[in-house]
C-alpha cells in the first residue's frame, strides 16, 4: 500500500532543510506505516515550553534550526504512539536516507550517528542504543517520533 502526506504534514514541512523534507516526502511512499508529520519547525517559546513540561530536554533543539522533525503514525485515520510502528518508519526513513544519501539520526537510537549508514533494521538499532544505555546504568530516551538531519 502506498500512502500520501497530507496537505498539513506539507505545512508542517516548510521552513525545514530541503534535504530532510526530501527524506520525509520519499520515506512515505517506502513505508508500511501510514505517517504524518506533527512538528517541524519550533519557535524559542514553543522549545522552552516543551522543556518546562518535561515533553523536551533541550533547549539546543535541532526543530529550531529546521533540521528534525517529528512523525505520528497513524492506524486507519487514528494516531498511535505504538513504538513497534514507529521502528517500520524508521526502516523506511532509512531507506529514503540511503537512496539520497542524506545523514539521519533517529530519536530512537541515539548512538547511531547515521541510520543510512546502520547494516540491520531499525529494530535493532533500537535495542543497541537500549543495550549501551543499560550497560551504562543509564536509562534509555526513546524519541520514536524524532527524526534530525545530522550536518
Not at 78 to 89: A, T, V
Not at 117 to 137: K, L, P, T, V, W
Request: hydrophobic share 40%; with cysteine.
Amino acid at each position: 500500500m502506498s500512502f500520501k502526506l497530507s496537505v498539513r504534514s506539507h505545512v508542517k514541512l516548510e521552513g525545514l532543510d530541503q534535504r530532510l523534507v526530501a527524506v520525509v516526502k520519499s520515506a512515505i511512499f517506502k513505508s508500511k506505516i501510514d505517517f504524518g508529520v506533527i512538528c517541524g519547525m519550533r519557535t524559542t517559546k514553543e522549545q522552552e515550553a516543551l522543556v518546562s513540561k518535561g515533553a523536551s530536554q533541550t533547549m539546543k533543539s535541532k526543530h529550531l534550526d529546521g533540521l528534525a522533525v517529528d512523525l505520528m503514525a497513524y492506524i486507519g485515520s487514528r494516531g498511535s504512539w505504538e513504538l513497534n510502528l514507529y521502528d517500520d518508519i524508521a526502516d523506511a526513513m532509512a531507506e529514503a536516507a540511503r537512496e539520497i544519501d542524506v545523514p539521519i539520526r533517529w530519536g530512537a537510537s541515539w548512538t547511531v550517528p547515521n541510520i543510512a549508514h546502520f547494516d540491520g533494521s531499525m529494530e535493532d538499532a533500537m535495542n543497541s542504543y537500549i543495550d549501551e544505555r543499560r550497560s551504562q546504568n543509564r536509562r534509555p530516551f526513546i524519541d520514536a517520533p524524532h527524526f534530525e538531519l545530522m550536518v
